[in-house]
């Protein structure tokens, strides 16, 4: 019973995040906002909402750092009861096909402010599956809050944007066919 809950379990996790990489869009991890001294509820907070929100935008594939911790999880769970899933393949293959990294820390600044930095980038070549990172900036963002760092929940549909004009590609006006011709003159 216990085993078959397991792998119930395990496969209910796993049908959103391992799923086959989609071919037009970057495959994005984000990963946990590591927290400053006395903000480790507001970091798990805000990481969930990031994660939540970059998904939104259906233009990126996202993968977010507390689901593949929770697919893991089940997986070392699964093989201890002797079952084994073929979804923890499928994660690892998705992991290893991440195109950008975003990661963030969240900070007490002043007596009543603190400050989340969201950094994004390509991820780095020597990056491994366990922990991916990037080595290149594509895009620093630095957002303030005053009083509760909760208010930075506000913020992150404008972040959000900015993370996808950073990771898609942009898109050209201009083109390469020769100018349409002249009117004959009568």
Not at 6 to 21: D, N, S, Y
Not at 56 to 78: E, H, N, T, Y
Not at 156 to 162: D, F, N, Q
């Amino acid at each position: 019973m216990i085993r078959t809950a397991v792998v119930v379990a395990l496969f209910a996790a796993t049908t959103a995040v391992a799923q086959a990489p989609v071919a037009d869009r970057p495959l994005v991890f984000v990963g946990d906002v590591v927290a400053g001294p006395g903000l480790d509820g507001d970091a798990a907070s805000l990481t969930s909402a990031l994660c939540g929100a970059v998904a939104k935008d259906k233009r990126l594939d996202v993968l977010c750092a507390p689901d593949v911790r929770q697919i893991l999880g089940f997986a070392a769970m699964s093989s201890a009861t002797g079952a084994v899933s073929p979804a923890v393949e499928k994660l690892q293959a998705r992991l290893g096909s991440i195109d950008y990294v975003v990661n963030g820390t969240l900070n007490p600044r002043a007596k009543d402010e603190s400050v989340l930095v969201v950094v994004v980038g390509p991820i780095a070549e020597d990056a491994d599956a366990s922990s991916p990172y990037a080595d290149k900036v594509l895009l620093k963002l630095e957002e303030v809050a005053t009083g509760k760092s909760g208010r930075l929940l506000d913020r992150l549909p404008e972040i959000t944007t900015r993370i996808g004009k950073a990771v898609l590609p942009t898109t050209s006006t201009t083109t390469t066919a020769p100018p349409a011709p002249l009117p004959a003159k009568k």
